[in-house]
């Protein structure tokens, strides 16, 4: 059974940070590319960043740069990904996401899904 489950949601201040993680299970984690997307409300969802199977291939959303880190470790099967300097704006669901696409996930069809974890920012 493939389960994708983050943790390390909540809430927090405007600046602060955050770091999410993606605890991956049921299928081979190390051939997957890796990936967060967050969904506002009332917004569709949007890519935020994505890792290769290797680690590498590192990609993040042009408007987080920055602020935003993805990474990954093959021999714990989890995806990272540290917020730092967050905004109200970057309230929303972050899900995890395992690309079908060794290297990229954006544009890209997403084999599995997590469920999502809240982030809120707010003072």
């Known amino acids: 059974q493939v389960q994708l489950v983050e943790s390390g949601g909540g809430l927090v201040q405007p600046g602060g940070s955050l770091r999410l993680s993606c605890a991956a299970s049921?299928?081979?984690?190390?051939?997957?590319?890796m990936g967060w997307f967050r969904q506002a409300p009332g917004k569709e969802r949007e890519f935020v960043g994505s890792v290769g199977w290797s680690g590498g291939m590192r990609k993040v959303a042009d408007s987080l740069k920055g602020r935003f880190t993805i990474s990954r470790d093959n021999d714990k099967s989890t995806v990272t990904l540290q917020m730092n300097n967050l905004k109200r704006e970057d309230t929303a669901v972050y899900y995890c996401?395992?690309?079908?696409?060794?290297?990229?996930?954006?544009?890209?069809?997403?084999?599995?899904w997590g469920q999502g974890t809240q982030v809120t920012i707010s003072s």
């Open positions: 049921g299928f081979t984690f190390s051939s997957y590319s």
């Open positions: 996401a395992a690309g079908s696409h060794p290297y990229y996930i954006q544009d890209q069809p997403v084999a599995y």
